[in-house]
């Protein structure tokens, strides 16, 4: 018999229930990250910026078209 999504789903949680149980067992005092984490969400927020994209894409070009011998050459 296999078994419904929200059959899995209440699997899953009890699997995740052992799990943080059994971590709180072995590592009672678990360092609190919570303000490093911001810190960093912070500044990846800060350091990721988007792009405006054009209004007209730009045509579609044929890359196997490419004459990429006769831009090593150019190079050497």
Avoid: H, Y
């Amino acid at each position: 018999m296999r078994a419904t999504p929200p059959r899995k789903a209440g699997r899953v949680a009890c699997l995740v229930a052992i799990a943080d149980a059994i971590r709180t067992k072995l590592n009672p005092n678990r360092a609190d990250i919570t303000e490093g984490m911001g810190g960093i969400a912070k500044l990846l927020d800060a350091s990721i910026t988007g792009v405006d994209m054009p209004a007209k894409l730009a045509p579609v070009r044929d890359l196997s078209k490419i004459g990429f011998e006769g831009i090593a050459q150019a190079f050497q």
